[in-house]
């Protein structure tokens, strides 16, 4: 089974090395363009064109898809299946009806729950207790297509958005190895999507914004849910507070830096005030023991 990958984030690495791991076939790797960074706004590539190069595949950066800017490479690879992980664009037609076994996602959710963009930080920003990865065939829809295989993974009161999409990324490579077998075998058949769909839209940054006068549950799941990247903010004298974690607590304390929210108290445990490296509200209050939140 001849493959073309197509990721670009962390999130795709994984499935890659598992695919490497398992002794699959790659062909080529497809990820999106190099994108300027820091203060010189110097070129990097993607986390999977980064690694495919070190592998030694062949890589493709292309800035569209939908004129058959791909088709070149289709016709000189001829790949059975496309694998593909987080690649970040929408796929035409031209490449979805390609391959002899299709175009198979690799989707951080139970589909057909947390379509789009953003699944793992709505997950645990809505208080799901239980996640995992949906491999599906593709089709024109946003993660609409048939459903392959799916692995659960519970969501523990200690995960935020990094310690689950680490173990979700995980998983995607170990079930995409098992996916792929399966439809080579015929031992795996395409199931189409039933019941109540939600979606998982991109991060705003309204989306972002912490309201205090939530309940301590919200406030908590959402500093979970975007922690640490984008991380959840609140304001200080109109000034920016990236907020990283939080707990419940009993009510105020000295040396701690707790706020009232709609149902009871919450403690902010670790943030970072504009300008300024993340620290412990211990250390913050220790330097500032007048710090609090705008109303």
């Known amino acids: 089974m001849r493959i073309l990958f ?104 139970l589909l057909p729950a947390y379509r789009g963009a953003s699944p793992i930080n709505f997950a645990i920003i809505n208080g799901e207790k239980e996640t995992g990865i949906t491999t599906m065939l593709m089709d024109k829809g946003l993660d609409t297509g048939d459903i392959l295989m799916q692995q659960s993974t519970p969501i523990y009161n200690e995960d935020n958005a990094e310690t689950l999409h680490d173990r979700l990324a995980v998983i995607g490579g170990e079930l995409l190895c098992k996916t792929l077998h399966g439809l080579e075998d015929g031992t795996v058949t395409p199931v189409k999507q039933t019941g109540n769909f939600s979606y998982a839209p991109l991060i705003t940054a309204e989306t972002k914004k912490i309201s205090f006068s939530d309940t301590k549950e919200n406030i908590i799941n959402k500093i979970r849910g975007l922690s640490p990247v984008p991380g959840a903010i609140a304001y200080a004298e109109g000034k920016t507070v990236k907020i990283y974690s939080a707990t419940e607590a009993d009510g105020p304390h000295d040396g701690f830096l707790t706020v009232k929210a709609a149902d009871g108290w919450v403690r902010i445990t670790e943030l970072a005030p504009e300008g300024k490296k993340r620290m412990s509200d211990e250390a913050l209050l220790r330097g500032n023991r007048n710090f609090h939140f705008d109303s």
């Open 6 to 109: 197509m990721g670009s984030p962390d999130f795709a690495v994984e499935s890659l090395k598992a695919l490497i791991a398992a002794k699959f076939e790659i062909c080529a790797v497809v990820t999106q363009p190099d994108r300027p960074k820091g203060r010189g706004y110097a070129l990097y590539p993607t986390a999977t064109g980064a690694f495919a190069e070190l592998q030694g595949f062949d890589v493709y950066k292309p800035e569209k898809l939908k004129n058959g800017e791909l088709m070149p490479i289709l016709e000189k690879y001829v790949p059975d299946v496309i694998v593909v992980a987080a690649y970040g664009k929408i796929l035409p037609e031209y490449i979805l009806s390609y391959p002899k076994y299709g175009c198979v996602n690799v989707h951080a959710s």
